[in-house]
């Protein structure tokens, strides 16, 4: 039977890149976003295309009942998740200080609450089964601290850590974790961020890359895939150079200008 896998934040991007490349391999969908025409679009041509089954739930998951609400529909449904993707998320650029406190309360329920309640709830049915996944968006943010988007850069370090973490303890369970890590990449998520001024925002990867390599690497098992050669000389830099210089870096970077 073929693989059910289930994709947050499919309505755009990485998660609608991911989508398609799932799709090519025939696995089954669930596509989760808030905005219904754009996942009833990808689904309607994903159908069309692969002749797979895909269902739509439309869920913000700044809600915090939205991870338990997609649960229970599934289950009532008799859909058992065997890939899950955790990849919504969105950032936002600014001093921490000034900053609306609702939009950086969202950003933590999103980016790390629901990712670890998506990941309780489906858990335990991968377990039973002896077999699944866990593919968890991340980003070179997680690296380090960041200055100008100081949330968003500690939400993504709780994603790493808590990735790798799991693929520590769910070794040989037959359960692949694994942790996609972009850099800045051509999609939605720098003008919801309110980045298009910063540096950081010149050098874009593009998005089908950046998916492709995602969707390799957790076919291979590979906890961790950065993409991009320069984002994987980023990565290691930081490990050698002093942590003051690095956030003075990336406040450089990221500053409106
Ligand atoms: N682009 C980059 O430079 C970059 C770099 C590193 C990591 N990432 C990570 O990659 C992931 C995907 O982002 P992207 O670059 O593909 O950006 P994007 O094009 O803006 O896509 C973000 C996705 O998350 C969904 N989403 C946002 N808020 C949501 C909410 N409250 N409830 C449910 N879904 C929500 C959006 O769907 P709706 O708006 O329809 O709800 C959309 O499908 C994120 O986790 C991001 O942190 C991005």
Redesign the pocket.
């Known amino acids: 039977m073929a693989e059910t896998v289930l994709i947050?934040?499919?309505?755009?991007?990485?998660?609608?890149?991911l989508a398609k490349l799932f799709a090519a391999d025939k696995s089954n969908l669930v596509l989760?976003?808030?905005?219904v025409e754009?996942?009833e679009q990808l689904a309607d041509a994903l159908r069309r295309e692969h002749g797979i089954q895909v269902r739509v739930l439309v869920?913000?998951?700044?809600?915090p009942t939205?991870p338990a609400a997609i649960f229970d529909q599934l289950q009532s449904e008799g859909v058992e998740v065997d890939v899950l993707v955790?990849?919504?998320?969105?950032?936002a650029v600014g001093l921490f200080a000034e900053l609306p406190l609702d939009r950086q309360m969202?950003m933590v329920?999103?980016?790390v609450a629901?990712v670890t309640h998506l990941t309780k709830l489906f858990l335990p049915g991968m377990l039973a089964r002896g077999r699944g996944g866990i593919l968890n968006?991340?980003?070179?943010?997680a690296f380090q601290p960041g200055p100008y988007q100081a949330v968003?850069f500690a939400?993504?370090a709780f994603?790493l850590f808590l990735t790798e973490a799991l693929a520590d303890e769910l070794a040989g369970t037959g359960i692949v974790v694994s942790c996609?890590?972009?850099?800045?990449?051509?999609?939605?998520?720098?003008?919801?961020a309110g980045?298009e001024k910063a540096l950081?925002s010149r050098r874009?990867?593009d998005?089908k890359t950046?998916a492709k390599a995602g969707y390799r690497g957790f076919r291979a098992g590979k906890l961790l895939v950065i993409p991009g050669l320069h984002n994987r000389l980023g990565v290691f830099a930081v490990r050698l150079l002093p942590r003051g210089l690095v956030r003075k870096f990336v406040r450089w970077v990221q500053q409106p200008r």
């Open positions: 947050t934040g499919a309505s755009s991007g990485i998660g609608l890149e989760t976003a808030r905005n754009k996942l869920r913000d998951l700044a809600d939205a955790n990849n919504a998320g969105f950032g969202e329920q999103v980016n629901a968006v991340a980003s070179t943010a968003y939400t993504k994603d996609l890590a972009p850099g800045a990449t051509a999609t939605g998520f720098m003008a919801a980045a950081l874009l990867m998005v950046v």
